[in-house]
Each structure stands twice: as structure tokens, then as C-alpha cells.
Nanobody, 126 residues
Framework: QVQLVESGGGLVQTGGSLRLSCAAS????????MGWFRQAPGKEREFVSA????????LYADSVKGRFTISRDNPKNTMYLQMNSLKPDDTAVYYC???????????????????WGQGTQVTVSS
């Protein structure tokens, strides 16, 4: 089992920044990759970004490319999402997730992830 806990969400104005954290515990050695997803009210959950176990591979949704940066600190078993130049369209509940198997190209699909956090709310005011 892997447990994931997100933190760092909040209310920010357009153009502002937030850094989300996802702390993993349990059988963290079994994690192949980790990802961030988000879900806005009335919309489906969508892929935001993902990172491989060693941090050597990353992927971003086109909507956040150039504004968000994913990273991880393996000794701390923590993944981060630095979000800059935030827009109202970024308002959503953000979830972190753990994927146990490859290939990395499938990280965009929520169905590929086994473990999920409880989510953290990000609200961007206009």
C-alpha cells in the first residue's frame, strides 16, 4: 500500500503562484511514476503533469506547459508542483497519484494510477 497526502492549495489572485506538495508513505519503493491531475466543478479529471521515479522524465499538459514545474525529492518521498502565472482556469481540486508500472508514455491516463491522494483545492481569483 502507498499513502499520498497533498498540501499547499489555497486562494491566489490571477498571476500568482502556489507550490503543491505530495508526501508519499508506505511501499514507496514500488512507485514507477507519480502524477498530478485536477478536476474542476462539472468537468472530468484531467492530466496536469507526471514525473518518473528518478526524475529524469517529465510530461506536462499543454495547458500548463511553461507555467508549472514538477519535481520530486526521493529522500523525502515528496513530489512537488510549482505553479506560476496562475489563471482562473486553473481553479480545481488537485490530486496526486502513484503509478506502479510503465511505460511512462501512459502517465496521462488516470486509469493507469493505483493510488490517489485526497486532493487539495486551488482557487484562482480574477
Amino acid at each position: 500500500q502507498v499513502q499520498l497526502v497533498e498540501s499547499g492549495g489555497g486562494l491566489v489572485q490571477t498571476g500568482g503562484s502556489l507550490r503543491l506538495s505530495c508526501a508519499a508513505s508506505g511501499r514507496t519503493f514500488s512507485i514507477y511514476a507519480m502524477g498530478w491531475f485536477r478536476q474542476a466543478p462539472g468537468k472530468e479529471r484531467e492530466f496536469v503533469s507526471a514525473i518518473s521515479r528518478d526524475g529524469g522524465s517529465t510530461l506536462y499538459a499543454d495547458s500548463v506547459k511553461g507555467r508549472f514545474t514538477i519535481s520530486r525529492d526521493n529522500p523525502k518521498n515528496t513530489m512537488y508542483l510549482q505553479m506560476n502565472s496562475l489563471k482562473p482556469d486553473d481553479t480545481a481540486v488537485y490530486y496526486c497519484a502513484a503509478k506502479l508500472t510503465g511505460p511512462f508514455r501512459l502517465v496521462v491516463s488516470a486509469d493507469e494510477y493505483t493510488y490517489w491522494g485526497q486532493g487539495t483545492q486551488v482557487t484562482v481569483s480574477s
